[in-house]
């Protein structure tokens, strides 16, 4: 028997297929379900991989369930539809698996068999997931549901209409994936319901159903994904935001700590999406946190993991995403050397900055993170092997924040205190002279500027201006040809020291020859 397609009142479509017949749980080969480490990776430090993310999917969920009724299927190449699909995961205490758009992974096929999953939630319509898909899962004998509705706002809507009762919700921007996928394997845990908006405007029929279903709303990224119009409309809105999408991250994981397990923690990449979505509804069978890192890590993330009692982290996918040396620096054991100490920063001039620090005993080079304010985020920029390093290029009369962090074969440390420089001033340039060589031509001479590239030439027909950039110089001199006769021309000039430029110099003129 089938289950035709039911139209509820809100607008929903569900596609409701049943299935008949098995599969064997042998029947698509060996999938070997434990985490493992691989060479480089630190003691108390592990991965759930696969070749592919459909693989990594499989490995998850072999490694989380043993036998699951349910499972659900999310596109393993379009994000949108899947970012709602954690809390039905939740519900039905289902892994969340991945497929390619017309044909099912073998990978996940025989996570179907060998889970005996007897009904499969497809997350998003045919466009994304084929009929193909459907068909293919329909004739191994697996019930199908299909949860999608005319885009992927409306999709998320049903998805949270799936779910039942709630007192809480989440919205997050359908237009990006880090957001939605931080707070994941919370909304998993808790059965709240993800939600999709745009940055200015919400889909009515979503915030009507919030109005009448939420006593309050988590709202997940700052204004520039969604606005404070947004925001505004919504019933008790709190939000959780951070400079970047890892900042965001942290945010989110410190607001639900005392939810959290931190015991064993998970990390995936924050660069792409299916690896963390396929982690998250194991990660909230045991309350974990996933933490999403770019290469390398945060460092405010690197801090938060220092002060929790970590035994041991598990990453989702394999060094391709995720570097050794990454993992090793999320694993609190891996701090294995005292941090670098008596940092110190010097401004050389307007765009160098000179770092020093003490030897590190046992270190073999030194990573340096750079931020532009004390509490911000801190990129690594560099890794040397000596204690100093010259930071160059930098923008002119700007402070810069730098931590250090030492590294060996016995682990790495913490990362040293902040020390911080304000690059000086580009010099401006003086004694700016026009003396005219021609009835259209008049030579411009000026003294050097300690630290400029190059001079930019400004020119205007009086005094007070506009003025006009009309060319370059890398020496102390300009030539400006093809004016005309018996005219007085103004100039200024400033100094360019390669990423910021200088004051203007005072004007000065000069007439040229009359014919």
């Known amino acids: 028997m089938k289950k035709w397609m039911v139209r509820l009142s809100a607008g929903i479509t569900i596609f409701c297929l049943l299935l008949l017949g098995g599969l064997p749980a042998d029947a698509w080969g060996e999938i070997t379900p434990n985490p493992v480490s691989v060479p480089g990776d630190a003691e108390n430090t592990y991965r759930l991989a696969g070749t592919d993310r459909y693989a990594t999917a499989a490995e998850i969920a072999l490694h989380g369930w043993k036998v699951s009724d ?66 293919t899962i329909e004739d191994s004998g697996i019930t199908v549901t299909r949860i999608a509705g005319s885009n992927r706002f409306e999709t998320s809507l049903f998805v949270a209409m799936q779910l039942g009762t709630f007192d809480k919700a989440v919205v997050a921007t359908g237009s990006n994936f880090p957001d939605a996928l931080s707070i994941a394997p919370i909304a998993a845990l808790k059965g ?68 959290l397990n931190f015991t064993h923690c998970y990390t995936a990449t924050g660069e792409n999406y299916p ?19 770019g290469n390398p890590a945060p460092a405010p993330l690197l801090t938060f993991i220092q002060d929790r009692e970590v035994t041991s982290i598990t990453a ?72 100093s390093y010259l930071d160059t290029g930098l923008f002119a009369e700007k402070t810069y924040y730098y931590k250090i962090q030492a590294s060996g074969s016995a682990g790495m440390s913490d990362l040293s205190d902040s020390v911080f420089a304000q690059t000086a001033s580009v010099g401006i340039p003086s004694n700016l002279t026009a003396s005219a060589l021609s009835s259209n031509e008049i030579k411009l001479t000026w003294n050097t500027v300690r630290d400029a590239d190059s001079y930019s030439i400004y020119r205007a027909d009086q005094a007070d201006g506009p003025y006009s950039v009309i060319a370059a110089s890398v020496g102390l001199e300009y030539t400006n040809t093809g ?11 400033r100094a360019y020291n390669g990423s910021s430029f200088s004051a203007y110099s005072e004007p000065t003129s000069a007439d040229t020859l009359s014919l």
């Not at 394999?318 to 670098?340: F, R």
């Not at 004016?483 to 000039?493: D, N, Q, R, V």
């Open 316 to 387: 989702f996918g394999g060094i391709e995403v995720i570097p050794s040396d990454v993992l090793n620096s999320l694993s609190a054991q891996s701090y294995a050397l005292t941090k670098p100490a008596n940092p110190m920063a010097v401004a050389i001039n307007s765009k160098d900055i000179n770092l020093s620090w003490a030897p590190v005993p046992d270190a073999e080079s030194y990573a340096i993170y750079r931020a532009v304010s004390e509490t911000g985020t801190y990129a690594r920029i560099k890794v040397v092997l000596t204690t």
């Open 275 to 293: 690896d963390a979505l396929s982690g998250s509804a194991l990660a909230a069978m045991t309350s974990a946190p996933v933490f999403l890192t």
């Open 483 to 493: 004016l005309e006769a018996g005219k007085t021309y103004f100039y200024k000039i």
């Open 192 to 259: 709240y319901p993800i939600l999709l908006t745009g940055k200015d405007s919400i889909d009515p029929n979503i915030l009507a159903y919030l109005k009448d279903k939420a006593a309050s709303v988590m709202v997940v990224g700052g204004t520039g994904v969604i606005s404070d119009t947004v925001l505004d409309t919504l019933p008790a809105p709190t939000r959780l935001d951070g400079d970047n999408r890892y900042d965001t991250n942290l945010a989110v994981i410190q607001h639900y700590a005392d939810s």
């Open 70 to 135: 349910y499972a659900v299927l999310a596109s393993g190449d379009n994000f949108p539809d899947a970012l709602c699909g954690s809390p039905l995961a939740g519900k039905y205490d289902a892994p969340i698996l991945l497929t390619s758009k017309d044909k099912l992974n073998d990978s996940t096929r025989a996570v179907f068999a060998a889970l005996g999953v007897k009904e499969v939630f497809i997350v998003g319509g045919p466009d994304v997931i084929s009929t193909a898909v459907e068909q």
